[in-house]
Nanobody, 128 residues
Framework: QLDLVESGGGLVQSGGSLRLSCTMS??????????VGWFRQAPGKEREGVSC????????NYAASVKGRFTIDRDNAKNTAYLQMNNLEVEDTAIYYC???????????????????WGQGTPVTVSS
């Protein structure tokens, strides 16, 4: 199976920045064959899509709440995806998950049911 490991979460004050990484691995795995997404879930709230990126990195989708502040990127050679988070707000506090899927359609919607493989998450806490 495909393994995904997130890192880079932590505690930051509002207005600060964090860079999350998601390293993926598995037998016969090549990141170029997968779309990647970042999702988050705050306590007591449903999981939501934050940003998703296509196989080549040329197509992206962002939630309205993070557009202009977050940037998704990928390095297929390193089997790693990134989420650069700038101008963090208290409302960004959540567990952040990365996910991957080989589907060629649907991923652009950046909805969790369309993704098959998930990491365990990394916590992000933004203080006021």
């Amino acid at each position: 199976q495909l393994d995904l490991v997130e890192s880079g979460g932590g505690l930051v004050q509002s207005g600060g920045s964090l860079r999350l990484s998601c390293t993926m691995s598995g037998v016969g795995f090549s990141l170029k064959n997968y779309a990647v997404g970042w999702f988050r879930q705050a306590p007591g709230k449903e999981r939501e899509g934050v940003s998703c990126i296509g196989h080549s990195g040329g197509t992206t989708n962002y939630a309205a709440s993070v557009k202009g502040r977050f940037t998704i990127d990928r390095d297929n050679a390193k089997n790693t995806a990134y989420l650069q988070m700038n101008n963090l707000e208290v409302e960004d506090t959540a567990i952040y998950y990365c996910a991957a899927v080989t589907s060629r359609t649907g991923w652009i919607r950046c909805r969790s049911p369309d993704f098959d493989y998930w990491g365990q998450g990394t916590p992000v806490t933004v203080s006021s």
